[in-house]
């Protein structure tokens, strides 16, 4: 039997209100990133980080913070042959929510 719990309020310092503040400048700059767009776009917040990944799928980390992450597929437009080489003009076809991840090191 699952029962509710109220939760005591908890005191909000002027961290916390900072934190929050940044983490929602965070959200409004990950959310302008939108399919459409290009990699050079993409890479004004975001930069590449580690891992397993190709010209056409990649995990980016937010430049300010490398635990804040997005998965991004891509299209090639410039080459599209060479599946290796990233082209600023490369679009972006899909993005992840954000999430929270350790760095990935290789």
Known sequence: MLMATSLAPTQTTE?????????ASVIDSVQKIRPGMTREDLSKVFTTEGGLSNRFHRTHVYKQ??????TVELEAVANPDDGLKE???????????????YSIMD
């Open 15 to 23: 961290t916390d209100k900072e934190h929050t503040k940044w983490i």
């Open 87 to 101: 082209m600023p003009q490369d679009k972006i076809v899909k993005i992840s929510i954000p999430f929270l991840q």
């Open 65 to 70: 913070c490398p635990y804040i992450k997005v």
